[in-house]
């Protein structure tokens, strides 16, 4: 064979290897079901001699001691392509952008060693009833805490606890410190002072490590005091405030208008009825008819009456008739324009979370222990708590509860989260102190699962002296959030 054509003939076997390997992506990918049909047909085609293997072992020349595969279960070969012994990979088709997909729900993380539940109790007074399950096989000793909000105090205390009041802010702490034994559930009591009626409290408690610092898990209860009577008489509003009064106000007002008006009209008529009427005026000598001159000719003309002469200038109505019209017309502007803008504001809901604009979802406000929703996710912050770090800072963590709402995997991010200062700046996350509380964990990198709870310390270091009033926690970029008022 001449040389150019083996050369020709090397370079279409090439492209023609290139175009199988190119087109071998496309290929559907072989399905577990697909297998399955595919075998039992594989196992009923009968094997030629010629394409059986010739079974080789340790006593056999040239043998290896290899396994031999069976008849029938050689790998399938793709349709076309020539069967060479060697397999080629199939690469999975992977969704073009833009088709849909199935939602990922993600991997939800462990269950804590240890789990809290808080119930408020049924008394007269404030009081709560907590539960320490440790889940684990062996003993493990605990810190657990409730936060009391400011001005509560503590009126029993289950055996072991310990009351603290923090004198910047009034605010309250419980703290016990447990063992507890394996697979057992510990009750924790507390009873507070009485509060007014209608008022409601809220105490979330944590069980933290040996420590205090690493929170297994959280809990929150709200105790609902009893409702305020309905018999309860409203203070009476002002007489300026009164709709009855002001249009009685009104109504007289525009009555005294008409009876000025009515009576200025008849003191106009009667004095243009008794106007004197008097004889005709003589010019030069020369009598004259009431109507004009007399004729000429001579002749005596006695007096007649004169014909009454046609009417005068037109009066106008008095100066305080019209400026008390005008005031009528005023005060009824202003009456209507007072009583609108009462009605506009007695109808809005102070209750009601402003809307949010571009955001998705609605944003909301709550204080230390209540769960406030937003768009993906539900944030519960537990206990805020601030130590000095260096000369002129300081470093506050804060505990809080991250629950997904949504039917797949949420990512959020350190930057989005942050504390606002009473001056009115903020700070975000410090991560690398975030990451070393939460013991090298980066919970930020993972995404937290559709549905699962967790709950883990957030640090941010701030400068000088004065504490967080505010937490924004959001979970991405374009979420409305929530704000969490710092006591």
Known sequence: MPASRRHHRALAVFVHGLGVLAAVP???????????????????????????????????????????????????????VAATGAVIPVTPAVPAPGMATTANPGAPRPAPPVTVTVAPAGTPVPGYRIRVRNDTSTPLDTTVRQE???????????????????????????????RLPARSTTTLDTALAATAPGTSVTAPACAYTSDGNRPYDCATATWQAAPVPAAKVEEAAPA??????????????????????????????????????????????????AGGAAAPGGGTVYPRPAAPGSSGRRRSPPVLLIV????????????????????????IDTTKQPTSGAWMGQSATGSVGVPLRENAFEFTVYRVTCETAGLTGRQCQATVGVRNLTPEQQTWHGQLQRAYLPGGNWVSTDEPATRLANLGR??????????????????????????????????GVFSAGVRVDVP
Do not use: C, M
Request: proline share 12%; net charge positive; aromatic share 4%.
């Open 240 to 289: 300026w405030r009164r709709p009855p009064i002001l249009a009685a106000a009104l109504a007289a007002l525009l009555v005294l208008a008409a009876g000025g008006i009515w009576r200025w009209q008849r003191a106009r008529r009667r004095r243009s009825g008794v106007e004197p009427t008097g004889t005709a005026p003589t010019v030069a000598g020369n009598p004259t008819y």
């Open 148 to 178: 009391l909000p400011a001005g509560a105090s503590t009126t029993a205390v289950s055996a072991g606890g310990r009351a603290t009041r923090s004198a910047a802010n009034g605010t309250g702490e419980v703290t016990w410190r447990l």
């Open 26 to 80: 496309a290929l559907p990918t072989a399905t577990p079901a697909t297998r399955a049909e595919a075998a039992p047909a594989a196992v009923s085609a009968p094997a030629s001699p010629a394409a059986a293997p010739t079974p080789r072992g340790p006593g056999t020349p040239g043998g290896t001691g290899a396994p031999v595969a069976a008849a029938g279960h050689a790998p399938p070969v793709a349709p076309g």
């Open 442 to 475: 980066d919970v930020f990198a993972q995404p937290v699962a559709a549905g699962n709870r967790e709950v883990l310390p957030l640090v941010f270091t701030v400068n000088g002296a004065p504490k967080p009033k505010q937490l924004e926690l959001r979970s």
């Open 324 to 347: 008390g019209v005008a005031a009528a017309i005023l005060a009824g502007v202003v009456f209507a324009a007072a009583w609108t803008a009462t009605q506009r504001v007695a109808a």
